[in-house]
């Protein structure tokens, strides 16, 4: 099982960014995926999970209609599209596969 993801940046307050994620090495439309963040000095968090068809999303509280997950499963490809991003939200934002398997991680900064 291997997650890739990419997208990752600098954007100032109210910036949108997409980050992808690229996985391979197992049966990807059967099996829900999720993204994670870790903001420095804290416990990674989930943000938000989707359903192995992408019927079904769930988010964290604090990204609730900011953030919107989406996958493409003709590309192994899941996203997360972040929109009105606020200082908080930088961190390591990570792809989590069955395994649980975890990406390397993208870096999130929102900066002005």
């Known amino acids: 099982v291997q997650v890739v993801e990419s997208g990752g940046g600098l954007v100032q307050p109210g910036g949108s960014l997409r980050l992808s994620c690229a996985a391979s090495g197992f049966s990807f439309s059967n099996y829900a995926m999720s993204w994670w963040r870790q903001a420095p000095g804290k416990a990674r968090e989930q943000v938000a999970i989707?359903?192995?068809?992408?019927?079904?999303?769930n988010y964290a509280d604090s990204v609730k209609g900011r953030f919107t997950i989406s996958r493409d499963n003709t590309k192994n490809t899941v996203y997360l599209q972040m929109n009105n991003l606020k200082p908080e939200d930088t961190g390591v934002y990570y792809c989590v596969a069955p395994g649980p398997s975890w990406g390397q991680g993208t870096q999130v900064t929102v900066s002005s």
């Open positions: 989707i359903s192995h068809a992408g019927s079904s999303t």
